[in-house]
């Protein structure tokens, strides 16, 4: 018998409308108002061991608080599952289920399911983390969707395998997962493709990207007066690789000095990119970061400085996570010295 | 242009005194074959060993897989690497299914590149090949074999095995007969001259590790600084093109039986007409990136006449972003296109799919991610990796990369990297 805990909001835990959103996190026995709904659909399967209830604003006004005083609770009925909502388009209510949800995975280890609608905002924010049943707006439907979020729950009581989204009723969580399927890959494109050319709506095994446009900067203006850097993403180290930086999948960067070189000596250089032909950058680095020639310009007058060092990684299968704040920290120690523009050189 | 393959399917594979069939057995002359494999002055020694599927065995240092393939009529096995130069694709070519030729690489140092098959267990789901037999050949190098050196013989022998293994089909009614029959890209007759005309671009390398003399992929050219090439695809079929030596997630079996190639034919004089075949590399330098894909595009649209195309790609991430930029050209130029594509996330969120975000290029297929992890069971017997014993024999934690022939890049592959 599966030990169920449910999380309701006042509404739903049956103390009242907005004149009671304050109240604070109770737990009581058994199942209580919208928690029933849970139990129906658990039938034989399990028992609602407690309804734990917290006010809207309460939640909203004091999350810390409210999410550290109903994990306590929680962990005092030491269930198997933690049911949170269904909050459907309540904004307060759906953050509320998703911070507690994923705090309870987190703190507890015990496993989490909740439910919502889409533009619910608690959807975005906590679909990364936590299982969330796609539900209507509001509770027309309950039982029914209570019994979608039950049978994924006890899914993941069970470690049983997780269907798709689609099939078993979920926000996409953002993870990708090796999939067996019947036709190659061949036969697939082949499909995709004559639908495409007949004009019938296809539909991506890949999500297209959502990448948020980077805007073009101001121009830097007078560049006899500008302090210029240059960075790269394609591997330069000094010979030794002094900063361990990965030849693939980077999480480092290294920031070599240049003052006092008005050229960079190949015997001192070395690159540890692995995705690309690295031969002729090794032979005459500047083909990758061009000190020669912005010493030069910087003698000419016509840029004002060069920048004293040049900031360096790998950009090959670097993670969007890593290559942003990589990106954020070396833009901040640019921004800290100064530094008017910046020469990026990929590859 | 017409190829009839002429297969024969084999049920067991033995060592015996000579090599022939015996009903549906193949009887291999082990010794007589490891002793031709061995005279190429490049390899020290030549072992050959036969696995079966459902053994608990997993073949390490896994270097390329080959189909056996005999040329009975219409030029010589593998012209320009194996045969002289001739040109592939016509006439009548034996086929063995059921069995295949794997050759390992001895030499490989770091774990990381090292591909296995298992032929049973969760390994074996993942990969057609663990459903046949194999003739595994490990070849030693000579003291004075460099690197590719000892990699061109080693492929070499891999050849000659599936021809050798092969042959023995010739005086054989075959089980099954196929034909790839297929005219001029402009002689469409004209009661199918309504059915749209789809190209395929097939990237053949990646110059991200640029190939040396002796690493011959098309008609035994390095293809250093090919540009985009139109072949016939019976061409691919027969033996024009192998894999390279370090072709990241496919094979030259994979080529050899090449999957788009076969579902375009297919579809061909029914759905689609195949138009044609264009051959590409991804390049180093961005110039030579811009020519390629404009130059393919040129191919496609404007050259072969095709209404759409489908792209695939071999390595990693810049041949990816070389294969979108192809196809964003043919998009601009009106062509609809299809791109199988890989997985390329390192930390196996959705975000890191995609390399690439180029207008049109809507329609992707993937064949799954190649680093997602994988546990693999322990087996009792292993195959051309002995200096990794015992700790190869498992169990083992390692990711689907490892795994030859489940994350396919040219079609084959039966994995897709689903998002949850």
Known sequence: MVRVVCFVNQFFGQLGGEDKAGVEPDAVSGAVGAARAVQQALGDAGSVVATLRCGDNYAAEQPEAAIARMVALVAGHQPDLLVAGPAFQAGRYGVACGELCAAVQNQLGIPAVTGMHEENPGADLYRRQVYIVRTGADSARMLDEARRIVALGLKLVRREAIGSPASDGYFPRGITRNTPVAETAAERATAMLLAKLSGRAVTSEVPLPTFAAVPAPPRVGDMRRATIALVTDGGLVPRGNPDNIEPLAATRFGAYEIAGLAELDPARYDNVHRGYDTTYVKQDPHRLVPVDVARELERAGAVGKLHEVVYSTTGVATTLAHSQRMGREIALKLKAADVTGVILTST | ?420
């Open chain 2, 1 to 420: 242009m017409r190829l009839t393959l002429e297969w024969s399917d084999v049920g067991e594979i033995r060592a015996a005194a000579t090599t022939r069939f015996s009903e549906s057995a193949l009887e291999i002359d082990v010794d007589g074959l490891g002793a031709q494999l061995a005279e190429d002055s490049r390899l020290e020694r030549v072992r050959i060993d036969l696995v079966h599927p459902g053994e608990p065995c997993r073949i390490g240092r896994v270097f390329d897989v080959f189909a056996p393939r005999a040329k009975v009529e219409g030029g010589p096995d593998f012209p320009g690497i194996l045969g002289a130069l001739d040109r592939a694709g016509s006439g009548r070519t034996r086929a063995l299914a059921g069995v295949a030729v794997v050759v390992t690489d001895q030499e490989a140092r770091s774990p990381a590149t090292l591909a296995l098959i298992d032929m049973s267990g969760p390994g074996a789901a993942l990969t057609e090949f663990a459903r046949c037999h194999h003739v595994v050949v490990s070849a030693w190098p000579a003291a004075n074999a460099g690197r590719s050196e000892y990699l061109a013989a080693t492929r070499l022998a891999g050849l000659k095995a599936a021809v050798h293994l092969a042959r023995a089909s010739a005086d054989r009614a075959p089980d099954r007969v196929e034909v790839f029959d297929l005219p001029p890209p402009t002689r469409v007759p004209a009661a199918l001259q309504h059915l749209p005309r789809v190209a395929y671009v097939f990237q053949i390398h990646s110059h991200q590790r640029p190939t040396g003399i002796d690493e011959g992929i098309l008609y035994g050219d390095p293809v250093r600084r090919m540009l985009p090439t139109l072949v016939h695809p019976n061409e691919v079929l027969d033996g024009a093109v192998v894999r390279g030596f370090m072709g990241r997630n496919s094979t030259t079996h994979a080529i050899q039986n090449h999957r788009v190639i076969r579902a375009l034919f297919a579809q061909h004089g029914q759905a689609l007409w195949f138009a044609g075949v264009v051959l590409t590399v991804a390049q180093a330098t961005e110039p030579e990136r811009v020519r390629s894909a404009a130059m393919a595009a040129g191919l496609v649209a404007d050259v072969l006449g095709a209404d759409g195309a489908i792209f695939t790609k071999i390595g990693g991430g810049a041949p990816h972003v070389d294969m979108a930029q192809a196809a964003a050209w043919c998009e601009a130029l009106g062509i609809k296109t299809t791109l199988v594509v890989e997985d390329m996330s390192t930390d196996g969120s959705s975000e890191g799919m995609l390399l690439f975000n180029f207008p049109g290029l809507d329609a992707l297929v993937n064949v799954g991610g190649s680093q997602e992890s994988l546990a693999l069971p322990a087996v009792s017997r292993v195959v051309g990796a002995d200096d990794l014993l015992p700790a190869f024999q498992g169990p083992l934690s390692t990711t689907y990369s490892s795994v030859c022939g489940a994350i396919e890049q040219t079609g084959a592959s039966r994995l897709v990297a689903v998002v949850q």
